[in-house]
């Protein structure tokens, strides 16, 4: 979830009263201009690509029949982790990394996969080791498991964790929730309490994060929660009617993503594919919804954003515009974790319609070292952050070797995309991060997501095709994207002419509103306006024009064919069947309420269904590709012949 500096945490008060907080901004944009003076014009890096997934610790007890959060990580981390610590130059399959809860763990594949297509069958297939490692470590017959699950439905109820904690909620406890004690917090690295104490500490108050109730019949109208250990009322305040209330980092950061890294061959095309894929971040969003129930309820959303969002805004009530600016520069419109606001390529200028909140006198300084208006723009909004987490060991810094206070900035804008310049002194180059879409369920499916991301990068950059639009209308999309099946039900304004640079017509007339399925798998947009072409259809015309051995193409073909079922409806999202299976149980009592009993049933069916022991033809209908762990010898020598 970020950088992990190790050392002693400072609170947001000795942050503050030493300003350390400008102290980090003023070296953090130094160390900026250092790395960009001397990586800029780094020459051709290949493409290299890699994900992350992050995985939840559960346990099934079918005794009692409760489904927990098992609180292991710190347990079962140092293990996963112990091949990297004795080769951590050597040929390894797996990385694993801590997660903000104490039941989370993440993995990526060992080394980033490259430009070959035989990489595309083998994502599948470590995504398979990565979970058969963490599983190996666990106790089966307890019935302990790792899910790669979004959002745990019972997080924050009563014992929902093994072992149980009670809440602190005390202004001494870190985040003074009602419902998720500090225990939950993954323990083994000091970054994650500080970030959420020092979160809390800025913003004068508890985040709370509000998000609508799905009404069913017997649901009571308007809804109010009842709080019992709320001291000083602070939540009774923050909680709105109708929806349901949480009030801590855990309740966001906790949640689940699968991310992707892309290595671009130089910094002008990390900024025009982290342009491209912005307008795509909603699509991706709405096609992997998977997370329609917190806190014990089932919500009018289907995805984790707008929770995530909520958890980390550590914004004053000034900067949310509730007060008049006194003490804090700014009225800022998102939380630190939200949308985009301004692309960074020269075709991307005039789509950049988001009123860009910045210093101008921070973004002088960047121009005045050389570095163009756009892109300094862009860095001096990220800055108009303050650090969260300060490490007393790291405040001096060698400005031309470290850049660990840039790093501290950028890694606490959480946004749809992130832009990453090549790390001191490595072979990396420069990056760009795909974050919005919700995890899933089965390694076939994540494998599909990925692999459908990876050849949209590859036909994008082949076909020169064009997805810009207005940043105003991304930002209306990532809201449809979270509603109530929005893969169907929702229309997303999205670029008509895919193959021109600019018409002369204004650009709003340049897209139009179309469904997922249209997006996907094209079609007629109506009124005249012509066909879409769709994204499957165009990344099938590129499959064809490279070389592909058959294991390869047939795992391409089954995801393709996944992602295009998805966009259509012929399968569901997880949100979908989640809802399904919750308003069909028994004891579902048509109230919004998402039992013990009903949270177990779910838990143990998406284990099943992990491991293949439960088909559910409706969800995915292909499990088997021929992903294997080996690229074959023939392509690799193929290859290098070549
Ligand atoms: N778990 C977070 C999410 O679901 C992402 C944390 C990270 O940046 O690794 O978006
Ligand atoms: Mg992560």
Known sequence: ???????????????????????????????????????????????KWGDEVEYMLVKLDHKTKSAKLLLSAEKVLPVLQEHEEMNPNGDLKTLWRPEYAAYMVEGTPGKPYGGLMAHLNTVEANMKLRRQQVIELLNKEEGETALSLTA????????????????DSTDEGVSKSLFFPDEVIYPGHPRFRTLTKNIRKRRGEKVAINIPIFKD????????????????????????????????????????CLQMTFQACNIDEARHLYDQLTPLCPIFLALSAASPLYKGYVTDHDCRWNVIAGSVDDRTKEERNLEPLKNNKFVIPKSRYDSIDSYLSPNGERYSDIDLILDEKDCQELMDAGIDRQLARHIAHLFI???????????????????????????????????????????????????????????????????????????????KLNFLMQLSKVDANMQQAQKRNAVLDSMFHFRKDLRSCSCDCPIEKEQCLMSVNTIINGGPLGDGQGE????????????????????????????????????SGKLMTLATWIRNFVSEHPEYKQDSVVTDQINYDLISACDRITKGDLKVPELVHIIESKSSNDIPNSIKIAQDIK
Not at 418 to 428: D, E, G, L, Q
Not at 432 to 458: G, H, K, M, S, W
Not at 537 to 564: H, W
């Open 1 to 47: 979830m970020g950088l992990l500096s190790l050392g002693k945490p400072l609170t947001w008060e000795e942050i503050k009263a030493n300003n350390y907080h400008e102290h980090v901004r003023r070296h953090g944009l130094i160390q900026f201009v250092n790395l960009y003076n001397r990586l800029k014009d780094r020459p051709c890096d290949v493409l």
């Open 152 to 167: 745990f439905p019972r997080l924050g109820c009563p014992n929902f964790s093994s072992p149980s904690y009670e809440p």
């Open 217 to 256: 019949i017997n649901t009571p109208s308007p809804f109010v929660e009842k709080f019992t250990n709320d001291y000083d009322g602070e939540s009774a305040l923050a909680a709105k009617p109708d929806h349901v209330y949480m009030d801590c980092m855990g309740f966001g950061m906790g949640n689940s």
């Open 385 to 463: 952050r303050d650090t969260v987490s300060v490490f007393a060991e790291k405040i001096d810094q060698d400005d031309t070797q470290d850049s660990d206070h840039f790093e501290n900035i950028q890694s606490t804008n959480w946004q749809t995309m992130r832009f990453k310049p090549p790390p001191v002194n490595s072979n990396i180059g420069w990056r760009v991060e795909f974050r919005p879409i919700e995890v899933q369920l089965t390694d076939f499916e994540n494998a599909a997501f990925v692999v459908f991301l990876v050849l949209l990068t590859r036909t994008i950059l082949s076909f």
């Open 532 to 567: 879409f072409p769709g994204l499957i259809p165009l990344i099938n015309q590129y499959v064809s024009t490279v070389e592909t051995d058959l294991d390869t193409r047939c795992t391409i073909m089954c995801y393709l064919k996944f992602i295009s079922d998805r966009a």
